[in-house]
């Protein structure tokens, strides 16, 4: 039965490569019948701007015969001169400007034939390449965690096959998996590994994976890629109630709404508590708008919704604020990654990040987002002048909290794959120079050199 199984995936994966060979023949002979149209249209233009010019030339034939052939009579007569010489100099012009729209028009005719060519010859490079990429037996199908290690495939003479390239597939989960692909394209050892649909829930979206459920270097559906994009263990960094847990001293005091009721103990009275703004954030959402505002802890509950989780923090104490007075926070950007063994963890801190500041001066008593939340997020932080004081202590906080998940065993190794993700750790700063710190964001902006420096 499973050779049985083994004998129909190989039937599968085969018609799954000839359909998209197919496919790209198919977009092969399309391109090859697009620039046919161009060229036939290209050419019934220049015939009708050869037209026009052969007109005007036959219009100042006409006019330099009649001035050539002038009476002595017309030609001693002022105005007949003037009015044969404006023809003839009209004409002229006209003929000029065929002339030259001819050749705009032959030039635009060659243009788009060329990008005809181009886009064809593209195809061709790209449809010899899927099929060498079709045709590489040194891959093997991804297993389970709990399956044997697949065979080494090997040649004829019992040689483990290698692979010529390192091969990519995005397989459109989202987030980065398509940025890090483009990434590994511009190395030259590095092919597009196509995908194909690998199955559909129960609402219709549809899931992918690399063709033949083949192992690739690099996937965003962790699964098939032999470096994941995604930490095992990520949600006790992601999830606000859960990050708590692994950084109560580093973090203002947190407490939680579930379902219109206070999870943990609730917060002191309205009598015991200061004037300072109370921030009531959606569990599962980021950004400012999942963020609301009240003045003391009694109000709290009334904000949220039924069926849905909140963190509840007050505003910490004496912010540090920008010399106009306005109120920021500090988006600090890190990588964790996580070797094949399963147990070494590689933290690395970046150390040009972007301040995000609120659009108005700060008070406590302002109760609107535009002056508690900070939502303008344009500011490289490379320039802010108590940075070189922060940016030690926030490196020391994300290490410290990483730690912990990793001691825990909240952040998981994946033996036998290297597993990385890029995000960002929100802190802010008090006047006594201390940091404390909000949030992870597991999918940060992020932005190439050449795009805009300014998010």
């Known amino acids: 039965a499973m050779g049985a199984i083994s004998c129909y995936e190989r039937l599968g994966m085969a018609a799954e490569a000839a359909m998209l060979l197919q496919d790209a023949l198919d977009q092969h002979a399309a391109l090859a019948e697009q620039r046919e149209v161009l060229v036939e249209i290209g050419r019934n233009r220049l015939r009708v701007r050869q037209t026009q010019l052969s007109f005007a030339e036959l219009e100042?034939?006409?006019?330099?015969?009649i001035a050539s052939n002038l009476s002595p009579e017309d030609a001693g007569d002022a105005q007949r001169v003037l009015e044969v010489a404006g023809r003839l100099r009209t004409t002229m012009r006209d003929l000029r400007l065929a002339a030259r729209l001819r050749q705009m028009e032959q030039d635009t005719v060659q243009r788009n034939i060329a990008l005809a060519e181009e886009e064809i010859e593209k195809s061709r490079i790209e449809m010899a390449s899927m099929k060498e990429v079709i045709d590489d037996r040194s891959l093997v199908v991804a297993a389970e965690e709990r399956q044997p290690v697949p065979v080494t495939p090997v040649d004829d003479l019992g040689r483990p096959?290698?692979?010529k390239y390192r091969y990519?597939?995005?397989?459109?989960?989202?987030?980065?998996g398509q940025r890090f692909c483009l990434y590994f394209l511009e190395r030259p050892d590095w092919r597009i590994y196509p995908n194909q649909k690998w199955f559909e829930d129960e609402k219709g979206?549809?899931?992918?994976?690399?063709?033949?459920?083949?192992?690739?270097?690099?996937?965003?559906?962790?699964?098939f890629s032999k470096i994941a994009m995604y930490l095992k263990g990520r949600a006790w960094l992601e999830e606000k109630t859960k990050v708590y847990d692994l950084a109560p001293d580093l973090m203002p005091?947190?407490?939680?709404?579930?379902?219109?009721?206070?999870?943990?103990?609730?917060?002191?009275?309205?009598?015991?508590?200061?004037?300072?703004?109370?921030?009531?954030?959606?569990?599962?959402?980021?950004?400012?708008?999942?963020?609301?505002?009240?003045?003391?802890?009694?109000?709290?509950?009334?904000?949220?919704?039924?069926?849905?989780?909140?963190?509840?923090?007050?505003?910490?104490?004496?912010?540090?604020l920008m010399d106009d007075g306005r109120k920021c926070h500090?988006?600090?950007?890190?990588?964790?990654?996580?070797?094949?063994?399963?147990?070494?963890?590689?933290?690395y801190t970046f150390k040009d990040g972007y301040l995000s500041i609120s659009?108005?001066?700060?008070?406590?008593?302002?109760?609107?987002?535009?002056?508690?939340?900070?939502?303008?997020?344009?500011?490289?932080?490379?320039?802010?002048?108590?940075?070189?004081?922060?940016y030690p202590k926030c490196k020391a906080a994300v290490g410290k909290i990483i730690a912990k998940a990793v001691a825990d065993r909240k952040l998981e190794g994946r033996v036998g794959k290297r597993q990385f993700e890029i995000f960002s750790a929100d802190f802010m700063v008090d006047t006594n120079g201390d940091v404390w710190f909000f949030e992870f964001n597991m999918s940060p902006v992020l932005k190439d050199p050449q795009d805009a420096p300014k998010v």
């Open 60 to 65: 100042v034939e006409d006019n330099l015969e």
């Open 205 to 223: 979206n549809e899931y992918h994976c690399p063709l033949g459920k083949k192992l690739v270097d690099f996937a965003d559906e962790s699964h």
């Open 330 to 347: 500090i988006k600090f950007y890190v990588l964790l990654v996580g070797n094949e063994d399963g147990q070494r963890w590689h933290l």
């Open 253 to 320: 005091e947190t407490f939680i709404i579930e379902d219109g009721k206070w999870k943990t103990k609730p917060p002191p009275p309205d009598s015991e508590v200061s004037n300072l703004p109370w921030f009531v954030k959606e569990a599962d959402r980021n950004w400012g708008t999942s963020v609301h505002l009240c003045a003391k802890p009694s109000d709290c509950l009334a904000l949220a919704k039924a069926n849905a989780t909140y963190v509840v923090q007050q505003h910490v104490k004496d912010p540090l």
């Open 168 to 176: 990519c597939t995005n397989c459109k989960v989202g987030g980065h």
């Open 359 to 390: 659009p108005n001066k700060w008070t406590p008593e302002d109760l609107s987002k535009e002056t508690q939340v900070t939502i303008i997020r344009t500011e490289r932080i490379g320039d802010w002048k108590p940075w070189p004081d922060a």
């Open 161 to 163: 096959l290698q692979q």
